[in-house]
């Protein structure tokens, strides 16, 4: 009686330990030379700055990478409004009594409130996003130490 072959091992790959960083993703592909010069340098940058971080603060050094680059982000998105008040009104609107002093019959005085309010709101994204990212960060660190 002739037993059945038995089946090869299946490989198993390595995982990656927890503490190990996760490798910077790379961007689109670009086709100009100005546009690979930039992608280089940028990456070359963000490539320090993500290892210095990690190697001073191990995972937590992540979401401080991850804030920071949200506030870059969310810095400029907040100047838009304000620089397309500026572009089409012509006036610069940094705060609500600014826009008390417009007429109350303009309608430079409601895209005041609208612009002023956007700022507004969008701050309040941009703190909340870092809140959120450090408490998600000091929870996996309570439950990993």
Do not use: H
């Not at 609500?96 to 430079?108: A, H, M, N, R, T």
Request: include cysteine; proline fraction near 12%.
């Amino acid at each position: 009686m002739t037993t059945p072959p038995t089946p090869p091992p299946t490989p198993v790959t390595p995982t990656p330990s927890p503490s190990s960083p996760t490798p910077v993703v790379l961007s689109p592909p670009v086709s100009t030379k100005l546009g690979t010069f930039t992608q280089k340098l940028v990456m070359n940058v963000l490539e320090v700055v993500d290892q210095v971080l990690y190697g001073l603060m191990g995972p937590l050094g992540r979401t401080v990478f991850g804030s920071i680059q949200d506030a870059i982000a969310i810095g400029i998105i907040l100047k838009l409004p304000g620089l397309i008040g500026e572009i089409i009104i012509g006036k610069d609107f940094s705060g609500f009594d600014i826009c008390l002093q417009e007429s109350p019959w303009g309608v430079s005085r409601y895209a005041c409130f609208i612009i002023v309010a956007s700022d507004f709101l969008l701050w309040i994204v941009l703190a909340g996003r870092i809140i959120g990212r450090f408490w998600a960060d000091l929870k996996d660190l309570k439950n990993n130490p």
